[in-house]
Structures are given as C-alpha cells and as structure tokens.
C-alpha cells in the first residue's frame, strides 16, 4: 500500500460514531408523530442511505416530509452533544497528512450534516475534500461519489485506498475500482461485509497504520 496517494474515508461508522445522535433524533422523531420508539439496533440497521432513507422504513409515506423536518431539526443539536471520534482517529488523519497523502470524504450524509460534524470534532483541516451524496444524482453503492473525488484529488484509482464500515462502502469501493478497507465499527455485521470481498476488513480504524 507504499505506492497509494489518497485516502477516501467515510465519516458516520467509520470516523465517527455519531449512532447515539441519531437514535435519539430518530425516536424524536417518532414520538412527535404519535408511533412507537424503536431500539437502537433497528435504527443502526437501517443507517447509511441517507436521512430520508432512515426514515422511511417507519413513518407512514405521508408523514415522510414531516419526519424529515423533524428530525433535521432536532439532529443539528444532536450532532454537537452525542457524536464522538473513533479512539486515534485525530492522530491517524495527523500522519497520514504528514505522509503526504491527500485525505477527502465520500459520505451518504447530506452536506450540512457532515459539515457539523466536522467542525464540531475539529477535522477540517485534514481534509483536501468533502463530498456528499446530496450533492450528486446517486449516493452509494453507486460509485459515482469515489470517481467525482478521485478526479477532484488528481490521483489514479489505483493510487487511491477507500474506507468505510458498511457493505454499502464495500459495493461501491468495488464498483469503482478502488481497493478498498471495511472497519467493523458501522451497522454492517462482518459475514455480510465478507460477501462483498473488500480488500481487507480490519476491527478499528487505528488498524490502518499497519496497512498505509
């Protein structure tokens, strides 16, 4: 991995645990429209493709809209109280900078969402781009967010190593052909991640130093 020169990294799952904002936001959500709380491993599952997505599987279609004000409401609060880094992800982004590599996101989180977030937790400066899936016509797995920023870097796809936590990453990794590095800190459980064949699954993110 001597020869890479960028790395993709996605952000909720995989540098950042922002889970207990969204389960608190989701069930916000929930009880101001009258339906029943759900647990935290059903709201984890269903992370990944998009606010609207999260909330689709538990509102009625009409309420949707509604749900979606809501809980963007409630979340931009949320994300500056309950989200945290991943133990050493500061001093990993640190280094590989330092390394010379150029460092962006590709994430499935509308725009202002991740922007919170990395305000918040102080990772501006690592980064060289930031690209979100609201930004484009598909969010992944479609592959589209991986070629926009590794044209946007300047670098070759073999040159580039992408992360993430989910199967979701691992397709769209695939799909670009980008090698590409599952962390088993997301919603995905590992068989499934396995079924998508990413280049390596590591436990925590601070694995990476061994890798790059």
Sequence with gaps: MRQKKAVIFDLDGTLVDAYP???????????????????????????GWGDENL??????????????LIYRRHHRIALTRYTRLFPGVKRLLSCLRSKGYKIAVASNRPTEFSWIIIRRLGLKKYFNYVLCADKLKHGKP???????????????????????????????????????????????SKAEIKKEKPYKIIRKITELFDIL
């Design 21 to 47: 904002a969204i389960i608190k936001s989701h069930n916000y959500v929930l009880h101001k429209l009258g339906y029943p709380a759900a647990d935290s491993p059903t709201i984890r599952r269903a992370v």
């Design 55 to 68: 909330l689709r599987p538990f509102v009625g279609k009409n309420d949707l809209k509604r749900a979606l």
């Design 142 to 188: 479609h592959p589209d967010i991986l070629f926009k920023i590794i044209k946007r870097l300047g670098v070759l796809s073999s040159r580039a190593v992408y992360v993430g936590d989910m199967t979701v990453d691992a397709e769209a990794g695939r799909r670009a052909g980008v090698k590409t590095i599952i962390v088993t800190t997301g919603s995905s």
